[in-house]
């Protein structure tokens, strides 16, 4: 009874909910193994996805958005809050326990260069997780592997090939086709066009948006290019120095961005148009250590608009300003 109890608390709409999520990186440790000093990669990071659906992670380098995509998929262990993946609790999982819950949770790397193996051919590197989670009998291996591989659009003969004959957007293929082999459900997508050209990065998109129709998966896709992330998303979270200062619809985020990092990031963006003027708005300073996060809002040492005496001091309070569009600034409390 207990465990029905506690299922019910979780959204049965959400393929994914993370509550509070955080990971810290120790530094410094004492003599006996005490952690004296940590970075804090992710901070009290909270949202929903629905099955379907693409949530774009956007955010400077160093923001936490790759920790954060490897923290759901317990590549790191969390140091507090909670995953729930299709309305289980996969916080405190062992590896053992975790072997089932691979097949439905994958990832596509950034690097599709240092992310195959060099000594195996395409056929080897599709075909092992295959095997290793049966997903069909080992005669019929073969030739789900070559279906994969044409859904992805690489050629039946690249199966024999090793991965230094590809350019870098038919590595990537390969890389997406290796993470839909298991028939995955959600797909962290850790910037899988940033290493390539702008013409393959179109390529890759347009395929992503296609398997995801056919396939019917849920994406979570980390970039720094907001206008891949808007194309290809459905919801948008900003992260800022480990933590989501902003959350919501593409429609909503992009028709009225709230915090004022969101506006300086959405400043950045080029216009097509050379009549179009734009109100660029330049951010002062570095993005500070996440080993030593400043108090108050995170982002009071850079932002334009920072209340002296509040911002520095008082961290803001993460709201609901509707629709589900949340933001954390002490600027929109006041209001």
């Given at each position: ?43 009290n990071v909270s949202f929903k996805l629905k099955a379907g659906e693409t949530l ?34 996969i916080t405190n999982l062992k590896s053992s326990e975790m072997r089932e819950i ?104 347009n395929l992503l948006k296609k398997l995801q129709q056919d396939m019917n998966l ?118």
């Amino acid at each position: 009874m207990a465990e029905e109890k506690t299922t019910q608390q979780f959204d049965p709409e959400a393929i994914l909910e993370v509550r509070n999520l955080r990971k810290c990186f120790p530094i410094k440790k004492t003599f006996t193994g005490k952690v004296k000093q940590e970075l804090i990669a992710v901070d009290n990071v909270s949202f929903k996805l629905k099955a379907g659906e693409t949530l774009g992670i956007v955010g400077e380098s160093g923001c936490g958005k790759t920790t954060l995509g490897r923290t759901i998929l317990k590549l790191h262990e969390s140091n507090g809050g909670q995953i729930i993946f299709e309305g289980k609790d996969i916080t405190n999982l062992k590896s053992s326990e975790m072997r089932e819950i691979r097949k439905k949770m994958q990832i596509i790397f950034q690097d599709p260069y240092s992310s195959l193996p060099p000594r195996s051919t395409v056929g080897g590197i599709l075909s092992e997780p295959v095997e290793v989670h049966n997903i069909v009998p080992k005669s019929q291996v073969k030739d789900y592997v070559l279906d994969l591989m044409d859904k992805c659009g690489l050629r039946d003969y690249y199966y024999e090939r090793y991965p230094h004959e590809f350019s870098g957007g038919q590595r990537q293929r390969i890389c997406i086709a290796r993470a839909l082999s298991v028939n995955p459900k959600l797909v962290i997508c850790d910037e899988p066009v940033s290493a390539l050209d702008v013409s393959i990065q179109a390529q890759i998109i347009n395929l992503l948006k296609k398997l995801q129709q056919d396939m019917n998966l849920t994406y979570l896709f980390i970039s720094h290019d907001l206008s891949v992330v808007k194309f290809i998303s459905d919801k948008i979270g900003v992260m800022y120095l480990g933590s989501m200062v902003e959350f919501g619809t593409k429609e909503d985020i992009f028709a009225n961005p709230l915090h004022p990092y969101t506006e300086a990031l959405f400043s950045a963006i080029p216009q097509p148009d050379p009549d179009i003027k734009m109100n660029r708005i330049i951010l002062k300073g570095d993005i500070p250590s996440p080993a030593n996060p400043p108090k108050g809002c995170r982002f009071h040492t850079r932002c334009p608009k920072a209340i002296a005496g509040l911002c520095d001091e008082v961290t803001p309070e993460y709201r609901d300003f509707g629709n589900g569009h949340c933001a954390a600034c002490h600027l929109l409390n006041k209001d």
